[in-house]
């Protein structure tokens, strides 16, 4: 590691030195005023760009057996499972417990509670606001260096100091197993803060190129005036860190109300960060009742932005909320979402089976098809359906469905009651529907976690609900179509659910790729060739969505953090006006 980060720099340094030559040739064959702009841009350059660490990807650890990380990842896993932490409000760095609390119970075994969370009155939620408004003034103004610095701090604490508490808790309070605790709650996360910094100094030295003569033009990137309202999920606690945590990056401040849920990883993670060095006030925790925060923050005249991942029912609320309230703000609220999704893998007669197979249980069943991006419908050829379909049920059958301690496991339980209810009742209707056939699991049982088998349907109805609606659950639907009609089936691909988050392209043949890619341009914000629908990597895919998925403003990229700044233009006269008459007026 010490080598890759040494090559690393290296590399940053022959980049910024390849910079600054191409600008010094500009300065002696320029004019004097585009050479003192050169000079200037080269000097914020050498300035910013190598006090800056490179940014990385998170390697991801392994846990074989014998491995000490497998030790060390069981144990704390024990300590979760064993202890009850009271998880308190914290408000302008005040830990406040409440009379009203809830319960966070072990998904895979709900009679062990691993959390009791204070809940926020509409009071403490204007105290938290207050709080925000008050502390933005100056962090705001702080050489953005220095707020970087304590998302780097943060990120290399949640690596190394407090990895293994990070992952148990995402383990045990949200059902991963540990693989998938591994690249979401420490690779994620600590991507997402060391890639924000590096977008942050791209935007910052972002600066315009042309200038008229004896004129200075330059940007600046204000943090938003009021308060960001972070609304995360449950399935990502990475989403968390970014959506609670990463606008303040850019000089704002954040009510961070965590997923019910997800309590106590995301209450971790606040910690890590208040360690990390975040000033008291600039991120408020603060768990509440869903209904009893959006009515608080919207109805609030200092709300500045809506940071929300999660349904799109709530998206929708959330949205005509702020219309409602639009003549109470002082500005327009800025407003992101990341929602659903109905990904798809599209299967051309090119493809290679075995592949299609592999990647698609994956895609489905990995966190039991809980991830925004989890493969729901599969379009297969008929010459290579009956090849598909029996890899797949035979494959499924290895599939272990267990505790997430059990690091045998490919899936554990969903998060909650109302899931598993939800879930289950698709299930029914596939059992009891005439166009539709259960070819693989369709069970479940949630007397000691909310545990359902991976379940994989075949339709002969292109439109069928399991087609259509999102379940969020480990149920995969197959449509099958004639070869001949591959052109055709694009369109159904296209048209027959709202979403456009994901979907994956299995293909050999080049030109039937490019087809593929050009029916399917606006039906999902992030597409894969030969690869399953999820696993993006921050700094790598930027994710996000467009019709009902979202507004894909694409977290992990610099677009994204752009939604979280006023940008102020000016201008600076260099030679002063000596009149005020222009020449042609002369008589």
């Not at 009155?121 to 953005?144: N, V």
Request: proline share 5%; charged share 20%; hydrophobic share 40%.
């Amino acid at each position: 590691k010490s080598q890759f980060q040494k090559q690393k720099q290296f590399f940053s340094f022959i980049q910024q030195l390849t910079m600054l030559q191409s600008l010094l040739f500009r300065t002696f064959t320029t004019s004097p005023l585009v050479a003192v702009r050169s000079l200037c841009i080269a000097r914020s350059l050498n300035s910013c760009g190598s006090a800056l660490p490179p940014a990385f990807n998170e390697p991801i650890w392994n846990y074989d057996k014998g491995s000490p990380n497998r030790e060390h990842i069981v144990k704390a896993c024990e300590k979760i499972r064993n202890n009850v932490v009271d998880i308190p409000l914290v408000i302008g760095g005040e830990e406040i417990f409440t009379d009203e609390t809830i319960e966070q119970v072990a998904c895979a075994d709900h009679q062990n509670t691993i959390a009791r969370v204070s809940r926020a009155s509409p009071e403490h939620i204007q105290k938290a606001i207050e709080s925000a408004t008050e502390a933005r003034k100056e962090w705001e103004l702080m050489d953005w260096e220095h707020r970087a610095a304590v998302f780097l701090r943060a990120a290399d604490l949640l690596t190394h100091t407090y990895r293994f508490d990070i992952l148990a808790s995402t383990m045990i309070g949200q059902g991963k197993t540990v693989y998938q605790a591994e690249i979401d709650a420490a690779c994620e996360t600590a991507d997402f803060y060391r890639f924000a910094a590096h977008f942050a100094e791209e935007i910052y030295t972002s600066q315009p190129q042309f200038h008229s003569s004896f004129n200075w033009n330059r940007l600046k990137y204000r943090a938003l005036e009021g308060f960001v309202a972070a609304i995360p999920p449950f399935n990502f606690t990475a989403i968390a860190g970014n959506l609670g945590a990463t606008p303040a990056l850019m000089g704002n401040s954040v009510l961070w109300k965590p997923s019910e849920t997800a309590s106590l990883s995301n209450y971790i993670l606040f910690n890590v960060l208040r360690e990390a060095g975040i000033p008291d006030g600039v991120i408020n925790f603060v768990p509440a009742d869903g209904p009893v925060f959006g009515e608080t923050v919207l109805s609030s005249p200092d709300l500045a932005a809506v940071n929300f991942t999660g349904s799109t029912n709530t998206f929708n609320l959330l949205w005509k909320g702020v219309a409602e309230n639009l003549d109470v703000y002082k500005a327009y609220p800025r407003i992101i979402g990341e929602c659903g999704g109905k990904n798809f893998h599209f299967v051309h007669s090119s493809a290679n089976v075995d592949n299609v197979v592999n990647g698609s249980i994956r895609s489905a069943f990995e966190y039991q098809g809980q991830k925004c991006s989890a493969c729901s419908r599969l379009y297969v050829p008929e010459s290579l359906w009956p090849e598909i379909r029996d890899k797949l049920v035979a494959e499924m059958a290895d599939i272990k469905v267990g505790q997430p301690d059990d690091l045998s496991s490919f899936m554990t339980a969903v998060i909650d009651e109302r899931a598993f209810d939800k879930i289950s009742g698709y299930i029914d209707y596939a059992h009891q529907s005439d166009e539709t056939e259960v070819l693989a699991g369709g069970t479940y049982d949630k007397s000691q976690g909310y545990f359902i088998q991976p379940t994989f349907v075949e339709t002969k109805n292109s439109s069928c609900k399991l087609l259509r609606e999102e379940i969020f659950g480990p149920v995969l639907t197959a449509f099958v179509y004639p070869d001949n009609e591959w052109e055709q089936t694009l369109t159904l691909v296209d048209e027959v659910s709202p979403y456009a988050l994901t979907g994956a392209v299995y293909a050999h043949d080049r030109k039937a790729i490019d087809t593929i890619l050009t029916k399917l341009r606006h039906a999902a914000g992030n597409v894969y060739i030969n690869a399953k629908s999820t696993g993006s990597v921050v700094g790598q895919q930027p994710f996000g969505g467009a019709r009902r998925s979202g507004t894909n403003d694409k977290a992990g990229s610099a677009p994204y953090l752009t939604r979280f700044v006023s940008t102020q233009s000016e201008k600076e006269c260099l030679l002063y006006l000596d009149d005020w008459k222009y020449p042609h007026m002369e008589e």
